[in-house]
């Protein structure tokens, strides 16, 4: 176990709709990572946000967008959806905000179909 | 930017064996920071050792250890007396250093089978 808790853990839902996924990090750790595992992309980094602030922004696409909330947990919301948009989206958090060698812990992830 | 390449889509090992995992990474940063991951089939990704750019000894986390080989921009993972619950994907992963965020490349991964 992480510590790193992701909800839902599935999530299906139609094209053009817009959907919320959750995450709260290890305790103690004050970096939120978002990333997204599909097929075809493999993991790409989505965001990073470190203590409420948002950090690094990497192939994130508009109709996406994150938040980090004073608790520190963070939302990933994803609007107009496309079948494309379908992948394992990951949480990770690590203690600290720059580059270093603490590892990043991973949630479970959450499994989004669009149909 | 950048680039982590994994050259072996599958890997074969027989219970018992070590097996080496390959990666190599393109980087014009001195300093960075490489990380392997395991991703069995239930989806979740689990941390399993790190290598800095300017560690001087290679990472061991007890069956694991890091092959590195800085001239060669090779961060191998060795994975001794192999374990059927080590059938998995295996990610390797960078990030720079010394900046004020940390994003993690991945490599496209390799699929490890263990057998009996």
């Known amino acids: 176990d992480s510590g790193v808790t992701q909800t839902p853990k599935h999530l299906i839902t139609a094209t053009g709709q817009r959907v919320t996924l959750r995450c709260s990090p290890r305790?103690?750790?004050?970096?939120v990572y978002w990333y997204q595992q599909s097929l075809d992309q493999g993991l790409q980094f989505l965001i990073q946000?470190?203590?409420?602030?948002?950090?690094a922004k990497g192939n994130i696409l508009e109709r996406f967008s994150a938040q980090q909330f004073p608790d520190l947990h963070s939302e990933l919301n994803l609007s107009s959806l496309e079948l494309g948009d379908s992948a394992l989206y990951f949480c990770a958090s690590s203690a600290g905000g720059g580059g270093s060698n603490q590892p990043q812990h991973f949630g479970d992830g959450t499994r989004l179909s669009i149909l | 930017a950048q680039k982590i390449t994994q050259t072996q889509p599958g890997m074969f090992v027989q219970e018992k064996e070590a097996v080496t995992l390959d990666c190599t990474y393109d980087?014009?940063?001195?300093?960075?920071?490489l990380f392997w991951y395991k991703q069995p089939s239930s989806g979740e990704m689990i941390f399993l050792i790190y290598q800095g750019s300017y560690d001087e000894q290679n990472a061991t986390e007890g069956r694991y250890s890091l092959n590195f080989q800085k001239a060669r921009k090779s961060a191998n993972l060795v994975i001794s007396a192999s374990q059927l619950g080590d059938s998995a994907m295996y990610f390797c992963?960078?990030?720079?250093?010394?900046?004020?965020?940390?994003?993690?490349?991945f490599g496209t991964g390799t699929r490890l089978l263990v057998s009996p």
């Open positions: 992963a960078a990030n720079r250093r010394n900046t004020g965020f940390q994003k993690l490349v």
């Open positions: 305790s103690g750790d004050l970096s």
């Open positions: 980087t014009s940063d001195q300093s960075y920071g």
């Open positions: 946000y470190y203590n409420g602030e948002e950090r």
